[in-house]
Structure formats: C-alpha cells, structure tokens
C-alpha cells in the first residue's frame, strides 16, 4: 500500500493499517479427551487465515475463536474435522412460504445447503417445512432466511414439536383470502365459459370482445397476480416453477386475444374467436385445484392437530397446605401434585398418589377401551380421566412429556424424505426448462412444420406449458407419508422415520425377543428347589438378597415370593449385573452368583445333584435359575446352592400376531436368552417358525446379522435394554413403549401398547402407505406422460388441459388420504 508524502509516495508498514474489524465465533467441539486434544484443536484454528486467537475449554466443549469478520465459521468447522474432531450439529425447522411444486421445494434445499456451515436440508412440499442440520453455534437463522429470501420464498422460524405454530394463524388467513379470490375468480369467468356450456343446445352466444376482455383483465392481473410474483421470484433464482408455465400460458393466451381484439376493432371487422375464456378459466381452475390441494394437505396433517389438542392449557396445583390453585401447565414442575376430576384431561404425566379410575387413553396409545388404574399406576398427559377423582403426582413436562415425544416422533417421521422421493426430486429439477422446451417445439411445429396459423400454434403451445404441472410429482410422497403415519399414530404406532417405513414394507422375517414381548413379563416363582444340605428358607433369602433393589421381571417374582413367605433379606454388597447372564453378590461373606445355566458351567459348578429336575422343568416350558456360593478368598469350591422354576403367561394376542405375520408371507423367529426347552414350547404354543435360545445380548444382534446375511430383511421386536443391540441390527427396530427408553431410541417404530397384534399392524399399514406412494407417482408422471403429448398434437385445449393438471394434484392428495380410513386388525376384529 502507498500513501502520499510531500511529492513521494512510500509504502506503508503492515503495522499501520488500519485495525480490521474482529468478531468472536462459538463453536461446540466433540471428541476430545484430554488437554493435547485441545491444544490440537487450538492449533487447527490458529492456522486458519484471518484467526487471531483460539482458545478450547475442554470442560464446556467449547472453543472460542476471533476471527476477521470476512472468515467463514465453515473454515472454521473444516479446521476442526480435518484434526480429527467433530463441531456439534443442531437441527432447526423453518415455515416456508411461496413453494407451489416440487422444483420449488429442490430451489429451497439447494438454497439452504448453500449456507457455509449447513450439512443437510431437507424440504417438504405438503407440510411447507424446511429441516436445516448445521454446525452449533455456527449458522444464525438469519443467515437461512435469508437464502431461501434469496431463492425467491419466506422463511421463518417454525415452533418446536407440537408447539404453537406462529405460521398457522398466517395460513389460515391465506386460505380465507384465497377462497375469497376463487369466489370472485369463478364469478367472472362464468361468463366467459358460458357459451362452451350452452352450444351443445343449439344457443350461440358470445359476451362482446370488450366485455370479454373487463372479465378476463382482474382474474388475469389480480387474481393471477400470485402466478407471476412466483413465477418472477423463480427466474431471478435461475429456475423455474409451476408458477411460471401457468404465468407464460395464460399470459400468451390473453396477449394473443387482446392483440386480435385490437387489430378487428381497428380494421372495423367482425371480433374474431378469441381465448380470453382460456386464459381465465385455466387460472380460475388452477386456484381451485390449489384450494383444494390445501384443504387436502390440512387434512393429512390431522393427526398432529389431534394429538396437540390433547394437551389442557391449565392444570389444578395442589398446594402443601392442601389448598387448590390453577395454574399453566406450562408452569408445572416434576414432584408437583395436580387434582384431575372426573371427565378432565390428564395435565401431564405422573403417578397416582390418590384415588382410583378409569383413563381412556385412545388418542394416545391406541387402545379403544379405557384403563383402570389406581394408586402407584403411571398415567400419561393428555388421557381422560373417568369417573374418580385423582391426585397425580407430575412426573414429566415439557419436551420430556410423552404426548410431546410422540408429537416430535410424528412430525419428525412427516419432515422426513422417504428413499424414494430422491428420484422425484431428480425429475422436479429438470421438469420446468424441459416443459418450457416442449412449448416452444410445440408452437415452432405447428407454424412453421404442419402450416397452422400463429394462433392455433400458440394455442397448442399454451396447453402444452398449462397441463405439465410437477405439483403431483412434489406431493406424492410426504402426502402419502403424513397420512401413513399420522392414522398409524392414532392407533398407537409410532413411526419414526420415512425410511424405516420404506424398509417395513419389503420385510421378509420378524424376530421377536421373548420375556416381556410375546409374553406378559410379569413371571411368577413356580418352583424352588434347594439342593442337598439347604433349606428352601434360606434358598430363598440368599436369591432376595441377591434381586433386592432390582427392577428386572424374574427378580421382582422373587421379591414378591419372599415377601408373601415372610423372609427378610440380608443386605447384599458389591451388587453386580452380569449382562446376559445373571447377578452377583457378596451377602454374609459369601460370594453368590444366580443365573443361567451357562453362568454356572463358566464357573464349574457342578449341577448333578439337580440335573434332572432343572431339566424337567426347562421342558414344561419354565425359565430356571440357578443359585451357587463360594466363600470368602475361593478356598472352597463353588457349591450349587438350588433352582428357581419361573412361569411367564404368553399374551393373549401373540399367537394371533404370529398367525397374522406368516398369513403376510413373513418367517417368524424368536431370539431368547432363555433356557433351549422353555423357549421351544413358547415356541410351540405359538406357531412360531424358527427359536434361537440361550442367546446374550450382543449374541440376539449376531442372530440378527446372521439372517440378514442370508439375503433376508429383518425386523427385530424387543422390549428391553438387552433388546437395543439387535434392535439396531435390524432393518427395522420395533420396539414396545412398556419397554425401556433405550429400546424405544434404537427402534424405527415404536409400539405404544404392549400388545403383539401392533406388530402385524405396523407392518401392514406400512406396506399400505408404501403402495399409496407408488400409485401417486404413477399417476403423477402418467398426467404427463398422457397429457404433454396429447397437447402438443393439439389434441386439447388450454382449458381441458387447465383442469386436467389442476385435477392431477388434487387426485393424488386425495389418494393418499384413503389411508386415513385404514384400522388395526385389533379393532376391526372388536
């Protein structure tokens, strides 16, 4: 840099320009360990150009780093990974307005993945929800609105999952105003289109070229304003839309009548034909067509509505002094008390601590009879309490909820893209330029190939631009997606993803866990067996001392056994689990183990004294335990101390669930750590096709990989912790939801009743919503297949062709909100 000195000109030092502006970036960073990681990562982020200083907390996760305003925070990010560590993503939602077809929703991704810092964007036409994944910290929302500003639509922040949607109250004004413009847009064209309704009886009659023309002029530039305001938006993004064919085909048609009108009025000839009914009838259809594609589109979205009005807005806060206040639910703690009188809905979920009723839960679990319930038993917010009056105490609110986590999983399941729909999108990106090139063929073959006047060419050309609408192709499968799964979570089937609903439908083996899933989880204590030299007392005082404190089915049948008989347990230290296996303790000096069969031969106890029985009893169908001590520094050799026979009822709709899956074609299969005899006759009893027992966790997911590698797409239903390993091993993860978390997280579908026959549901409303999407896209591309040809051979008019396309997205909304008429096997058989 120079600067001017007298007559001369020197350059300046670099320590005299002037201070650059500076701003500081936030960024979460996963990963590290210890310090050298975050000296590594400090490193990194120095090199980068234009960083001044970094500095890492390796408690918070956090690095702090200014930079020069011009530095993008994604160089920052690449800085990061490139030394081996992760910047933390968030996801955020936005409401986007404007979007009319599928070329528009793929112009808005592009937008969005555009950002420095975005790593995924996922737009839905039908919700008109974007789904931005970006780095932490690092992407403002401003920065998102405003490219998808710059793409030429709206964006604002959408609520959280079942939230109150500020967007809402603006469509619904928008869909008042456009009604309004449909009343008004089908008054005046009435007119127009009359004497195409009343020549078949012989009257011919045509309003004046000039009346004509005060018709067609309001719904042209007024109501059709919408058209070239997106179509606009669409060419200075350097796309196209729906939007702009309709904008160029109705704007030549009602150029072309105008000009004809002008010139006869000029030469003083008789007004010639003219196209103005074209023009205002094309729009006036296709603002029907997109009126009742709205309608349509709320109408898939139902099921969020239902479940978001379950929620109460207040709730009755019973104080320490025993006083009633109301209050917002918004405002409930965890631990409050809340008083639910008779007929109320349920503010949130808890515990009864007092009082006894019945709570329909239909909405919510799916179960169409209400439950009893009483002191001790979980109740979920948003359920209808009967006839009693109850003091809940609150367990969960908020985000933790279980109405709001199943809201989140449906809508969750509703913004996303189905496999699929990436062919579609491939198509949507080329479909406008493609159709602008087949209008101007058109309009070129006609006049200058076949010798047709300018007019009729235009005429063809017009048509051709009006019918080919890539509306059906974006609509085809999130509306099909949001009416699968949105009839499928009003009778307790959670769907989390677009995906996991595309694999279900091509499953050909489900796998199912035993203890808890095919049965009823609550195991009894039928048989206990000391072994020689023990007394059946203190037998069963060593197992409760062993299964004290645990919440595992077997050792709850224990505690209830000890405590029916009277038996206190001693206290157990060093209490262990041994995953798959069985527990270990020390109690009175004494190290006790209670387990499998195989914990016990891993060990070397020698189990002749009880062989036989233990035997016995594996055949009639229970699960056994054994129970072995070894004293204090292992001088003595381990001795069996006895058994413990335990019973499980099957459920009562499982043998009906397995019948039901084979009558789909399916192989059924269960994987169980039970003993081999105590399976095959659950197996037996059930009609299963396959059993694999003595399984350990991570031997059920080996199981699974196994069948898979056999060329088979699997399900896995499960319940428990030990269920998440294989239920993520699967193609698709069925978790029940009186399971645990852990399983619910590993799964792609989640079961809000613990009742087999959901299974069979899952899988069948799956394939049902598989199909619809397949039959939407065949008459989505088949409109255009037939019609675009059909148009450019002049083989139908602008108007035919305007209801032909306004149609097509109607029709394949309306397809897929057949599936809201679908129900549970379950129910039907009520």
């Known amino acids: 840099m120079l600067k001017a000195d007298s007559d001369t000109l020197t350059p300046i030092a670099p320590e005299a320009h002037a201070t650059e502006a500076v701003r500081t970036v936030a960024l979460p960073v996963l990963g590290m360990t210890c310090a050298s990681c975050a000296g590594r990562i400090e490193a990194a982020l120095r090199a980068v150009p234009g960083v001044s200083s970094a500095s890492v907390n390796l408690a918070t996760e956090r690095a702090s780093v200014t930079v020069a305003t011009g530095v993008l925070a994604a160089a920052l990010a690449c800085a990061v990974t490139d030394a081996g560590y992760d910047v933390g993503g968030e996801t955020r939602d936005f409401a986007v307005a404007g979007m009319t077809c599928a070329s528009c929703a793929g112009r808005v991704e592009a937008a969005l993945r555009a950002v420095p ?30 490219a998808v500003a710059e793409a030429g639509y709206d964006a604002t922040p959408a609520a959280p999952a079942g939230g109150p949607d500020a967007a809402e109250a603006t469509r619904d004004a928008a869909a008042r105003r456009d009604e309004i413009h449909l009343l008004v847009a089908a008054a005046l064209a009435a007119p127009l289109v009359a004497p195409m309704l009343l020549m078949p009886f012989g009257i011919a009659w045509m309003p004046p070229g000039w009346v004509q023309l005060a018709l067609a002029t309001p719904i042209q530039f007024w109501l059709g304003a919408r058209f070239y305001r997106a179509g606009w938006r669409a060419l200075r993004a350097g796309a196209g839309n729906m939007d702009l064919l309709v904008a ?13 009108l002008v010139r006869a009025a000029e030469a003083g000839r008789a007004t010639p034909h003219l196209y103005f009914e074209a023009s205002a009838v094309v729009i006036t259809l296709v603002l029907l067509g997109k009126r009742l594609e709205s309608r349509a589109k709320r109408s898939t979205a139902s099921a969020i509505r239902a479940l978001t009005a379950l929620r109460p807005e207040r709730a009755r806060l019973r104080r320490p002094d025993g006083s009633e206040a109301e209050i917002e639910v918004s405002a409930l703690r965890v631990g409050d008390a809340v008083v639910v009188r008779p007929g109320e809905r349920l503010p949130a979920d808890g515990t009864i601590r007092d009082g006894a009723s019945r709570i329909d839960e239909a909405l919510i679990t799916g179960e169409s009879l209400p439950v009893a319930k009483a002191v001790g038993d979980r109740v979920v917010g948003g359920a209808i309490n009967g006839d009693g009056r109850l003091v809940v105490e609150v367990a969960a609110v908020g985000a933790e909820a279980t109405l709001a986590r199943i809201i989140r999983l449906v809508e969750d ?16 990106a080329v479909f406008v330029p493609v159709v602008l090139g087949l209008g101007l063929l058109t309009f070129l073959g006609w006049w200058l190939i076949a010798g047709a006047s300018a007019e009729t060419a235009l005429i063809d050309a017009v048509a051709v631009l009006v019918i080919a609408c890539p509306c059906a192709l974006g609509l085809a499968t999130p509306t099909a997606i949001m009416a699968g799964t949105g009839v499928a979570a009003r009778h307790g089937i959670l769907i989390k993803d677009a995906q996991a609903l595309e694999v279900a439908h091509a499953l050909d083996t489900v796998a199912f866990d035993k203890t808890g899933t095919l049965t009823e989880g609550r ?16 037998l069963l005082r060593r197992a409760a001392a062993l299964q004290a404190g645990s919440e595992h089915p077997l050792a709850r049948a224990v505690a209830t056994l000890a405590a029916a008989e009277g038996v206190s347990p001693p206290p157990a230290a060093n209490l262990r689990a041994l995953p798959g296996r069985g527990v270990a303790a020390e109690v009175d000096g004494r190290a006790l183990r209670l387990g499998s069969r195989r914990l016990m031969e891993e060990d070397g106890v020698d189990l002749a004294p009880l062989a036989d029985r233990g035997e016995a009893l594996a055949r009639a169908g229970r699960t056994v335990s054994w129970i ?3 004293e204090a520094g292992g001088t003595a050799p381990v001795r069996l101390l006895g058994l413990i026979a335990f019973g499980d009822a099957v459920k009562p709709s499982a043998a009906a669930s397995i019948a039901a899956i084979g009558r789909r074609g399916l192989r059924t299969v269960m994987l169980t750590g039970d003993n081999r005899g105590s399976a095959a006759r659950a197996a037996e009893a059930l ?26 797409r699997v399900a896995m239903v499960g319940d428990g912790v030990n269920d998440a390993p294989a239920l993520a091993a699967a193609d698709v993860g069925i978790a029940l939801s009186t399971g645990t978390d852990v399983a619910m997280h590993a799964a792609g579908i989640t079961l809000m009743r ?32 037939v019609g675009i040809p059909l148009a450019a051979f002049g083989l139908l008019s602008p108007v035919v062709a305007g209801a032909a396309m306004a149609f097509s997205s109607v029709s394949v909304v309306g397809n897929a909100l057949l599936l809201r008429r679908w129900r549970p096997a379950c129910e039907v058989q009520r």
């Open 117 to 146: 810092g975005v790593s995924q964007a996922s737009v839905n036409l039908a919700t008109e929800r974007a789904r931005v994944t970006a780095a932490a910290g690092v992407v403002a929302d401003a920065d998102l609105v405003a």
């Open 687 to 712: 009609g299963l096709d396959e059993v694999v027992a003595e399984l350990l966790p991570e031997d059920k997911a080996a199981a699974i990989l196994r069948l898979k590698a056999g060329g088979r």
């Open 754 to 785: 613990g009742d087999p026959m959901l299974v069979a549901d899952a899988i069948d409303i799956a394939r049902r919503t598989y199909a619809k999407i397949r039959q939407n896209l065949f008459w989505a591309l088949a409109y255009n297949v």
């Open 413 to 428: 399941a509703q913004a996303a893209k189905a496999p699929i729909q990436r062919l579609v999108d491939r198509v949507s």
């Open 523 to 538: 195991p009894t204590v039928t048989d206990l067996e000391p072994a020689p030299g023990v007394t059946r007392a203190d």
């Open 628 to 630: 072995s001590e070894e």
């Open 248 to 260: 160029l085909g109705t704007s030549a048609a009602y150029a072309l009548s105008l000009y004809q």
